[in-house]
């Protein structure tokens, strides 16, 4: 597939994963989707196509939790400004979920206003001068809109959101490790490693998730060291390459093969719900096994998996006793979901 070299290799390796990690079919008919849709398009236009089905989703009206959250902040200081705002270039959406709600005028207008407002939602909540310092890269082709003179993006505005949440919490050593388990194209690790150039990132997903991230994250990172996707059988045959590397690339059964890493900080982001019981009970091993630091959780409150029937909750997260709530909370934007951040303490 053009643009996405390692992908082949990629879905191979998923094919032999185990039960435990293998994609839950909820997933793999998502997965179908993605990968029509990249094969389609391309690489180019994974902004505007894949990117919904990871953590960009359009609001469907005036009632959607989301535009409600950002109205209700909007009204404790209103301004005229979103409603200046404007969608730059709508083109061609060509999601399949939402093809026919961007040729609409009036979704346009509405979403350049959510955006916008999301925008000076954020700006309250960050510190002074960190979105104003960010751009959404064109890599991928973005949903742009302009306002306050600037381009802004949903996906810059939640990434931002989420990096400063974790930041003000936990204190990450600037040339700290950090794994990212469910990573989507890499919209968080983008404002990680722009924010802190010496952090060492993992990302860790399924394709056609990772071969993304990888061509998106290589692109806007020549300079970084990385660490690409390859199939390996024992960590020894990579480890010096591995250890050298500012940014790597694994699929979840790579993972497995690692030694402890102990991570100062461990992320996922709406992908535990996805997955099945005893999926969830394997990748809390996991944070035992590689997170010596801080472990970042954002979920659904509660979530049906309609294609493989089953129920996930707040209670469906197998806790250890060491993990120390630092905060958990019900978000403010997304607000059927909850975010939670825990110290790790692996010795306990």
Request: proline letters at 7%; glycine letters at 6%; charged letters at 20%.
């Amino acid at each position: 597939m053009a643009g996405l070299n390692s992908l082949h290799e990629m879905l191979e390796e998923m094919e032999g994963a185990s039960d435990l990690v293998r994609p839950s079919s909820f997933w793999e008919q998502i997965n179908g989707i993605n990968l029509d849709q990249v094969s389609t398009t391309g690489f180019d236009e994974f902004k505007r196509t894949v990117n919904s089905n990871y953590f960009q989703w359009l609001p469907t009206g005036p009632r959607d939790p989301q535009f409600r959250a950002v109205l209700k902040d909007w009204l404790r200081n209103p301004s005229l400004e979103p409603f200046h705002a404007r969608l730059v270039d709508s083109g061609a959406y060509a999601d399949t979920r939402f093809g026919p709600w961007l040729n609409r005028r009036s979704a346009r207008l509405g979403y350049a206003v959510y955006v916008a407002m999301l925008w000076d939602a954020v700006h309250g909540r960050v510190p002074s001068g960190l979105l104003e310092r960010l751009e959404e890269p064109a890599v991928g082709n973005p949903l742009l809109v302009e306002h306050r003179g600037r381009l802004v993006t949903q996906d810059l505005c939640n990434s931002v959101l989420e990096y400063s949440t974790i930041k003000a919490a936990a204190p990450l050593p600037e040339s700290g490790r950090v794994v990212e388990v469910g990573a989507g194209y890499g919209r968080l690790a983008w404002v990680f490693l722009e924010e802190m150039p010496d952090i060492r990132y993992l990302v860790v997903d399924i394709p056609p998730a990772l071969a993304i991230a990888e061509e998106y994250l290589s692109a806007l990172f020549p300079n970084r060291n990385l660490f690409p996707f390859r199939r390996f059988r024992r960590f020894e045959d990579v480890a010096h390459e591995f250890e050298s590397a500012n940014v790597a690339f694994m699929t979840p059964t790579q993972l497995d093969l690692l030694p402890p890493l102990g991570a100062d900080l461990l992320i996922n982001v709406s992908s535990f719900h996805e997955m099945h019981p005893d999926q969830i009970g394997h990748f809390f091993t996991l944070i035992d096994e590689h997170c010596a630091g801080f472990f970042y959780s954002k979920q659904w409150l509660a979530w049906r998996n309609p294609v493989d029937g089953v129920d996930i909750g707040e209670s469906s997260y197998p806790l250890r006793s060491h993990l120390r709530s630092i905060f958990k909370r019900r978000h403010p934007i997304q607000r059927g979901f909850f975010e939670a951040l825990y110290d790790v303490d692996p010795t306990a």
